[in-house]
């Protein structure tokens, strides 16, 4: 496969593609210098941080990779592709053929190779890989009437010809490679270690049912955001064919909740799609109605991407499911597990016809498989058999051993009885096929068997959900990401191996040592230079022997007045009106800045972030978007989303109490969008309108939750919101601010499951580690929630994260305090944490703000009753009011802290000051988390999401009032 690039500027190169159901990528490699060097395999997340960090880097080095996304979809991502050049990779696939055609003797099966007219391909390598064992003749056709045997692996450009001499020019030809197996019901592989067996299905008759017996059936069909018109036509149809048997139909759509009313047949063409997905829930629904309605089966119309959910897998459906979709992205493994574990079947309307007349019936399946220890086979569960199935094993036994499997129906099966030899040999086609079967098992069951996903496709090298493979140029790039280079390049392995054998045992010194490390730093830049320190607000001191400030403060407003125009054209040196009003801000300013100067100068030495007072001079005047006063905040409280809410949408109770008092600034959007919202009399309804023309929009989604949850329809707002997982798969961006959205309205339990999500594609940030964190604290997943924490202070991250230890030390505190509140404490002893972490340090006032998008620089500003502003540019105050480092870059966080209250008010600003990012990327999303009383009794807490869309907007949110 060759990139080419027809720019002058040197790119990226990208290409999803589908794979068949049961294919997976077996082999990947990238052209070097004229060498194709192999991949090998890593952790799917490792592979994508090496990737994007050479990018980012700009290395001169190649890199290349390719993953599975999901389902069936596939992504390969080659840099750097340089201007006018061209780039070859090498995608290698294997799959078990599937049957196409039966004789009296033979099975013929084959695969479908597409190849257009007039062909580029200068030459084709068909490699099969038969079994002696199953004295399989090979042959090539241009169709399955088996015509022309080709002995040959390579086949040149005049057999294609040949081949498709009838194929139109432009149109899609191809070729079939067949091969033609002698009928037996059973064949066995034997090997060393792999080993295979094949099971013809039984030529009995399926279970036949009484054709005039009408059935009660529950029906769900799959309503949310990623679903399409296409496909919900085509399972109309299916649906309508089974009514038209004479047979009961209870409909109901789905999203993320099941609708609370059923809906006609004919009705289905009306649905919108709206929402997440969770199929978890559509089996709790049909457990529940089946306890009453007596329904026989059950048929879910589904893409199979689950995106709200996390114990689908543990469910156990009361009646059979009939799993059937028509859309062309299809989570496959999923969809095949529920079918054959409820007793099912799962159906591929895009690949079968005639769909109708399979449902209902029982079928033909593998239904159990045992076989000694020290024998791994898959497939171990239900599964159908349709035409044949074969068994995979693995054997570490030495002598010889049976195994036994159960096929048929339910209530009428039968056991065969196989006896394995292992021979001197292994197989590696059978290896590999068992690791794939062994792959598209265990992958369904979510995250529950990452580690053995894993190995599996490094011990096989082969693409998982877990696993991607990966190639490099340079053993400088080996080293650096800890990879251990291909055996196609055995010097550069035997040089990595040699430096790389103590590396594992020098990981866990550095983490424990990093930590002793930042905690001292944290005691003398945090507790001892701020925490321990008294602050006093100081009265203004007479303006006498002042020169330096006075000859200071007539140099600026020179300057300033040389840059204002004057009332007139005239040589007037009197100032307009506005230039006036500008000078008297500017001396009201400068003012306040010498007065803070007096308290501010005895504190440079104590913490040098401290800026110079020239500096912050110039930056108070010179900054356009600063404000010297900032509108009130309107009386309204923090908006209280009740117990009851939140446990619907998934969440808990926690123990932390609702803020009251704490002024969160209403946002007012003035999308096009919001404002024909608010005038509509039905907003839903508009928002579905409005939806046609904004539906890949995440600010349009965000806001208009954010809407819903403001006039406390938490259920509408919800359902908007998680149309947003559905816009990109594995995007950890739109992840974070579904998160943060959950996170402000108190639903927990989804936000958990959504910060899970971004940790398992951002392991590299430790923001995923702090965000998981900090939503398991609220929901009194105390001792997860510290060793998660506990992470952020001592994993090694990029350094332009430095400094988020210091807040992870005061969060890991905070969560200490929380489980004694709760009383389920927990002790940095009982979870193996360095006691050198502790710090208890309760203050009147904390805000900290955090944001969605990476490579972002966004401002905290706390505007003190002084009128003093803490910010990037002057962060510590008179009153000790102490801001956190500033995140330049990535997703913060940046906190600002006051140990001791003064009567007034506080208001928080977040400033969006520069984007860093190597893409078309607006806006971002920020969270601020505001606490008054913080680790006290009587502490209080309110949290808001605001999107920010673009460079220099300034957003009031908050007023904080003390009395």
């Known amino acids: 496969m060759t990139f080419i690039n027809k720019t002058d500027k040197t790119l990226e190169g990208e290409l ?39 990018v980012r880097e700009r290395s001169t080095n190649q890199v290349a990779i390719v993953e599975q996304v999901k389902g069936n979809v596939f992504k390969t991502r080659l840099y750097p592709i340089h201007g006018k050049q061209e780039r070859k990779i090498k995608i290698q696939t294997i799959e078990e053929m599937k049957s196409i055609k039966k004789t009296d003797k033979y099975d013929i099966e084959g695969h479908w190779q597409p190849i257009q007219r007039p062909t580029t391909i200068e030459k084709m390598e068909i490699n099969i890989k038969i079994e002696e064992q199953l004295k399989t003749k090979i042959t090539i056709a241009d169709n399955t009437n088996v015509h022309k045997k080709i002995n040959k692996r390579t086949i040149n450009l005049k057999d294609i010809d040949e081949m498709l001499a009838e194929t139109k020019e432009g149109e899609l030809g191809g070729i079939y490679i067949c091969t033609a197996t002698e009928l037996k019901e059973t064949r066995i592989v034997q090997a060393k270690t792999h080993m295979a067996i094949e099971i013809e299905k039984n030529m009995r008759k399926e279970k036949e049912e009484k054709e005039d017996e009408q059935k009660k059936i529950v029906v769900y069909i799959d309503q949310s955001h990623s679903r399409t018109k296409e496909a919900i036509q085509e399972e109309h149809l299916i649906l309508k064919e089974i009514e038209e048997k004479g047979n009961q139909l ?148 030495k002598e010889a051993f049976d195994i036994e499997v159960d096929i048929g129906y339910p209530n009428d099966k039968e056991t065969l009885k196989f006896h394995m030899t292992p021979t001197e040999d292994d197989s590696e086609l059978i290896a590999k096929l068992f690791a794939q079967r062994k792959i598209d098992q265990l992958g369904i069951f979510g995250e529950k068997y990452d580690e053995e996903l894993l190995e599996t496709g490094r011990e ?74 008294t602050f006093e607000l100081k009265p203004k001191s007479p303006k006498t022997n002042s020169r330096k400030k006075k000859g200071r403060r007539g140099g600026l407003l020179s300057s300033i007045r040389s840059i204002l125009p004057s009332s007139s054209s005239s040589s007037s040196s009197q100032p307009s009106s506005s230039a006036a009003a500008v000078i008297d801000v500017a001396e009201e300013r400068i003012e306040t800045l010498e007065n803070q100067s007096e308290t501010l100068d005895g504190f440079m030495s104590m913490n040098n972030k401290c800026c110079d007072i020239e500096e912050v001079c110039d930056e108070e005047i010179c900054d356009e978007d600063d404000e010297l006063c900032i509108e009130p905040a309107m009386d309204q409280d923090m908006r209280e989303v009740s117990d009851k809410v939140a446990e619907k949408e998934g969440g808990k109770k926690s123990s932390q109490p609702v803020a009251s008092t704490i002024q969160i600034q209403p946002y007012d959007s003035k999308a096009e969008y919001m404002v024909i919202l608010k005038k509509s009399e039905d907003p839903f309804e508009a928002y579905l309108e409005q939806k046609q023309n904004y539906h890949t929009s995440p600010s349009f989604y965000l806001e208009v939750a954010g809407y819903f949850m403001d006039q406390k329809q938490y259920e509408k707002g919800i359902t908007v919101l998680l149309n947003i997982t559905e816009l990109n798969l594995e995007d950890p961006e739109l992840l974070r601010i579904v998160g943060y959205r959950l996170f402000e309205a108190k639903a927990y339990t989804l936000a958990c499951q959504i910060f899970r999500q971004v940790l398992s594609v951002r392991p590299e940030s430790p923001q995923s580690y702090r965000d998981l964190a900090l ?45 004694k509140r709760a009383k389920k404490e927990i002790t940095f002893k009982s979870l193996d944490i360095d006691s050198c972490c502790r710090y208890e340090m309760p203050m009147d006032l904390r805000v900290s703000m955090t944001w969605s998008a990476d490579e972002v620089d966004i401002d905290l500003h706390v505007i003190e009753p002084t009128k003093e502003e803490c910010y990037y540019g002057h962060n510590l105050t008179r009153i000790g009011g102490k801001l956190s480092r500033d995140f330049t870059r990535g997703c913060g966080p940046e906190e600002y802290m006051l140990k001791k209250k003064i009567q007034g008010k506080f208001d928080v600003s977040a400033k969006y000051f520069a984007n860093h990012q190597q893409s078309l990327t607006g806006g971002t999303t920020v969270l601020l988390t505001f606490y008054k009383y913080y680790m006290q009794e009587n502490e209080e807490r309110a949290m808001v999401t605001r999107p920010l869309s673009g460079n220099k907007e300034k957003l009031h949110v908050c007023s904080i009032p003390f009395s």
């Open 250 to 397: 209870h409909i109901y759509p789905f999203n993320q909740h099941v609708a609370k009313t059923k809906i006609e047949v004919n009705d289905i063409s009306t649905i919108r799609f709206d929402g997440g997905t969770s199929i978890e829930n559509v089996i709790d629904h049909m457990n529940e109605q089946t306890k009453t309605e007596n329904y026989d089966y059950a048929i879910l119309l589904t893409d199979g991407f689950e995106t709200i959910g996390e114990n689908i897998y543990e469910k156990t459906p009361a009646i059979p499911i009939y799993s059937i979709s028509a859309e062309k992205t299809q989570n496959h493994a999923l969809l095949t597990f529920i079918g054959n574990k409820s007793g099912g079947g799962y159906y591929n309307a895009t690949k079968m016809s005639k769909i109708s007349q399979h449902i209902g019936k029982q079928e033909y399946s593998l239904l159990q498989v045992r076989a000694p220890e020290g024998v791994e086979c898959y497939p171990s569960i239900p599964e159908k058999i349709q035409g044949k199935i074969t068994l995979y094993a693995k054997s570490t036994l």
């Open 460 to 533: 096989y090298k082969i693409i998982t959900p877990n696993t991607s493979l990966i190639v490099l140029e340079t053993l400088e790039q080996y080293k650096k990401y800890d990879i251990r280079p291909p055996a196609s390049l055995p010097h550069l392995r035997k040089e990595f191996d040699e430096e790389q054998h103590q590396v594992k045992k020098k990981e866990q010194e550095a983490f424990d040592a990093k930590v002793k490390r930042i905690c001292e730093q944290f005691k003398s830049q945090r507790y001892e230079s701020w925490y321990t320190h």
């Open 775 to 819: 939503v398991l604290e609220c929901l009194n997943e105390f001792e997860e929630a510290a060793t998660t924490m506990y992470q952020v202070i001592g994993r090694q991250w990029d350094s332009r994260f430095a400094e988020i230890e210091y807040t992870a030390i005061l969060e890991l505190n905070h969560i200490l305090f929380s489980s």
């Open 16 to 54: 999803k593609f589908n794979l068949n159901e049961g294919v997976t990528v077996t082999s990947y490699g990238l052209d070097v210098e004229g060498d194709m060097v192999d991949a090998v395999p890593v952790t799917k997340e490792k592979a994508r941080v090496v990737f994007e960090t050479e």
